[in-house]
């Protein structure tokens, strides 16, 4: 029985990998990128409009929290989805992470304005 549970979360787990690798790819980057501890925090931060040191706040304690809810909107926003979906990253990331990449949505470059204010162009 754990070997089959085991084999289930590996089938699961290698599912979201492949998504986040085409949200990437999608996003214009490479997908191999999304497979690099820390490096794949700088690029998610420059998929979505920010400078990729920032990226690197995702690695601080209870500051990664917030900053990642952040990105995510922010992601989402870079598909051209709404507020809702990016509730749906938050929370059901393992379901919202393969209908990005997988769907029918197109990346659209870093957001013109966020939460935070204007992004300077």
């Known amino acids: 029985m ?3 549970i085991f084999i289930l979360a590996l089938g699961f787990f290698i599912f979201l990998l492949i998504s986040i690798w085409k949200v990437y790819e ?3 980057r490479k997908g191999w990128e999304s497979i690099i501890p820390i490096y794949n925090t ?3 931060a420059e998929i979505v409009g920010k ?3 920032m990226g ?3 690695l601080i304690p209870y500051v990664g929290i917030i900053f990642s809810i952040y990105l995510l909107y922010l992601l989402a926003k870079s598909f051209g989805k709404d507020v809702l979906f990016a ?3 938050i929370f059901f990331g393992f379901i919202f992470f393969p209908i990005l990449a997988f769907g029918d949505a197109k990346y659209q470059g870093p957001p013109k304005d966020d939460i935070m204010g ?3 162009e």
Do not use: D, M, R, Y
């Open 2 to 4: 754990g070997a089959l």
């Open 87 to 89: 509730l749906g990253l």
């Open 26 to 28: 999608k996003a214009g």
């Open 118 to 120: 204007k992004i300077e």
């Open 42 to 44: 700088w690029v998610f």
């Open 51 to 53: 400078p990729g040191w």
């Open 56 to 58: 690197l706040l995702l």
